[in-house]
Nanobody, 125 residues
């Protein structure tokens, strides 16, 4: 069982930055691939990016490439989402999710086993 708690959301102006954190419980954090998703009002939950268990590889959706960076510190059981050059269309509730490490990146929310409660990110124009 893995419990996830996100933090770091807030209100920021266009072009600003935020860093989200996702703290995980459990002693086998490094054996889980981690994903970040977001859900805007009235829309489906959408994949943002993912990182492998050891942290060697990452994958991002096209619209955030070059602006968002996922990293993890397995010693602290924490994964991060650094968001730069934020745009109003990035406004959403952001979720972290965990799934046992596999051979490929999981891009669909139904493939993940554990979820955090979400943190609101609002980007004002």
């Amino acid at each position: 069982q893995v419990q996830l708690v996100e933090s770091g959301g807030g209100l920021v102006h266009t072009g600003g930055s935020l860093r989200l954190s996702c703290a995980a419980s459990g002693r086998t954090f490094s054996s889980y691939d981690m994903g970040w998703f977001r859900q805007a009002p009235g829309k489906d939950r959408d994949f943002v990016g993912a990182i492998t268990g050891p942290g060697y590889s990452t994958y991002y959706k096209d619209s955030v490439k070059g602006r968002f960076t996922i990293s993890r510190d397995n010693a602290k059981n924490t994964v991060y989402l650094q968001m730069n050059s934020l745009k109003p269309e990035d406004t959403a509730v952001y979720y972290c999710a965990a799934v046992a490490s596999g051979s490929w990146f999981r891009l669909r929310d139904r493939e993940y086993e554990y979820w955090g409660q979400g943190t609101q990110v609002t980007v004002s124009s």
